[in-house]
């Protein structure tokens, strides 16, 4: 399974430009569940840039941005919830089969 985020938006003439992040398999169930908590706490959220030069030294961007998560199909998010917990349970069962064997 994969999973992306996407950013929408519109030009001023109305054209549709988007850009879509890949997520790495491993942070699926940390992104579901942040997903998940921002939905039932209603907070909002915040999304920002961070620069981190060559040696490691981060920057905060000057660009910030405020939006509430709302739930289009609740139902579909549990479900692939499961399926992300599934795959977990099934990777870690795989490790524990290597590391014992």
């Known amino acids: 399974m994969k999973l992306r985020l996407v950013l ?3 030009t001023k003439k109305e054209k549709d430009v988007s850009i879509k992040f ?7 169930y940390g992104f ?5 908590l921002a939905l039932e ?6 999304i920002s840039f ?7 030294e981060k920057e905060e961007s000057k660009v910030v ?9 609740v139902a579909g998010l549990r479900q ?6 599934d795959k977990e ?8 089969k290597r590391v014992q064997g």
């Open 8 to 10: 929408k938006t519109s």
């Open 22 to 28: 890949n997520i790495a398999p491993s942070k699926h």
């Open 32 to 36: 579901i569940n942040f997903i998940n």
């Open 41 to 46: 706490q209603g907070k909002p959220v915040t």
């Open 50 to 56: 961070e620069k981190i030069s060559k040696l490691g």
């Open 65 to 73: 941005g405020t939006f509430k998560f709302e739930g289009k199909d």
């Open 80 to 85: 692939l919830e499961e399926k992300v917990k």
């Open 89 to 96: 349970k099934r990777r870690k069962k795989q490790h524990q």
